[in-house]
């Protein structure tokens, strides 16, 4: 059993996975805490794996909310949704006037808005944080995104700086900034991981189909890569994924998993926000789209058996095309950071939430599921300059993504003629390609507005907007 105390100095709301290991996260660095989940089974997880630590379980709300000292500090791990607002719903008459109540988990920004007034109204203390890391993270150390009232932050600080990932001993937590940006910093995370994802999944798609390698050969790829430059959580979790087997099998279980990716909805929210601000994220976008499309496998079945005819292969040396691929993956990374950086820029400025993208690169160096090499990068390139327009501007950077983008051409004009779906690929690669234009071909379609619908256009080196008519009047 837990050791009993008389007060708890933190207050967590949902026993799952994520809450329960959080809470042991705390236990371990001295915090006394209480959790509170309807779900008897899990109150006694909570209470079993605590031992000793000064952690407990409750079944009873009541009993949960006075347990804790005042001001009470209470974070919800349940969700997103109406679950959120029932929970907040039934904690409120329970609540005084100078408790702190968070949502620790993936909120839609614009719920946490009106969260965040009707909780200010009833003089409560409020915000919405983002936590990356998944059940280790949340164990041993999570990123989190913490953002909404600071004065309530500076009280929670000293715990969180204490359950977060380190990097290079400085915690992987910050303030982000005023209102929903704690929440909406970790929805753009969530929107680079879909991004990575997929072109982590389109590599394994070229190795596999284009190259005919083993599945031994190609973890053997991913495990070399995550050595070097490439290195990340998601490229070490793929390299493990490609080493296990079900016990009594002799094959890999990825190869038994269908091919049908599901989502819970945050790279759909980050494409949907990023079209608002006019910030164009095409990697992040496509991703959303394969995993639609991944879902119609009866459909693809269907399509397969009328155009897929052709064997698909590679006719390329192997170890060469392997160098460029890897080259290719590291400018499509590049390319998917630099537009999530591009989207929280534009946000920071629609929003006023004056985020510090050099901080936030910062945070996600560990704990969190994007993690990366790269992202020291990143935060070198912020710190350097804290006004960056856009991460490509970057004169390291620059010279990154010059090294890389003769393998992204090699890999797309040889996948390209073979019929080897490679969208993520594409998309990164069109995205730069038109970025580094100085004209683009939007002035047609400029004129193609005015045309059929009057909707004016402007001119090179003159003021004002003009219309014109294209076709004699009959």
């Known amino acids: 059993m837990s050791a009993t105390t008389d007060k708890y100095a933190f207050g967590m709301i949902g026993l799952g996975v994520m809450g329960r290991s959080l809470l042991l996260n705390m236990a371990d660095h001295g915090f006394a805490v209480a959790g509170h989940d309807k779900d008897a089974a899990k109150v006694a997880s909570l209470n079993e794996e605590a031992g000793d630590r000064a952690a407990k379980g409750f079944g009873d709300v009541k009993e949960f909310i006075q347990s804790l000292t005042t001001p009470r500090a209470i974070m919800m791990l349940v969700p997103a949704g109406k679950i959120v607002d029932a929970v907040i719903e039934e904690l409120t008459p329970l609540l005084e006037k100078g408790d702190i109540l968070i949502d620790g988990g993936n909120s ?3 719920d946490t808005n ?3 007034e009707e909780l200010e109204a009833k003089g409560l203390h409020f915000f919405g944080m983002g936590v990356s890391g998944g059940e280790e993270g949340a164990r041993r150390g999570p990123s989190m995104m913490p953002g909404g009232d600071k004065q309530a932050y500076n009280v929670m600080k000293p715990i969180f700086e204490a359950i977060a990932a ?10 982000i900034g005023p209102g929903a940006s704690g929440h909406f910093v970790k ?4 929107g680079i991981e879909y991004g990575i994802m997929q072109l982590i999944a389109e590599t394994y798609e070229i190795l596999k189909k284009g190259l005919k390698l083993s599945n031994d050969e190609i973890g053997k790829i991913f495990a070399e890569w995550n050595e070097g430059r490439l290195q990340s959580f998601l490229l070490d979790i793929t390299k493990d994924i490609f080493k296990y087997k079900a016990p009594g099998t002799d094959h890999l279980l990825l190869d038994d998993i269908k091919d049908e990716a599901r989502a819970k909805g945050t790279g759909k929210w980050t494409s949907q926000v990023a079209m608002d601000l006019q910030a164009p994220i095409p990697t992040v976008d496509t991703s959303v789209a394969m995993r639609d499309l991944s879902k119609y496998k009866q459909l693809r079945e ?5 155009y897929a005819k052709d064997p698909i292969a590679l006719d390329v040396d192997k170890t060469e095309f392997v160098a460029a691929l890897e080259q290719a993956f590291y400018f499509t990374m590049i390319i ?12 920071s400025a629609e929003y006023k939430y004056d985020l510090h993208l050099g901080e936030i690169a910062k945070i996600w160096r560990g704990g969190c599921i994007i993690r990366s090499k790269f992202l020291n990068d990143i935060f070198k390139a912020y710190e350097k300059n804290a006004g960056l327009e856009h991460l490509l501007l970057d004169t390291n950077v620059e010279a990154l993504v010059q090294g890389t983008v003769p393998g992204i051409r090699t890999v797309l ?14 998309a990164s690669l069109s995205y730069f390609d038109a970025f580094r234009s100085a004209r683009m071909p939007s002035n047609l379609i400029q004129a193609q507005r005015d045309y059929f619908g009057a909707h004016t256009y402007e001119l090179i080196g003159k003021e004002g907007t003009f219309h014109t008519q294209w076709a004699p009047v009959s």
């Open 108 to 110: 839609h920004f614009t």
């Open 114 to 116: 009106r969260r965040v």
């Open 166 to 175: 380190k990097v290079d001993g400085v915690p992987c937590v910050t303030y």
């Open 187 to 190: 929805m753009v995370h969530n």
């Open 302 to 306: 269907k399509a397969a058996a009328l």
């Open 336 to 347: 998917s950071y630099a537009q999530g950086m591009h989207l929280l820029s534009n946000a």
């Open 413 to 426: 004009s040889k996948t390209i003629a073979a019929g080897i779906a490679a969208p993520g690929y594409t």
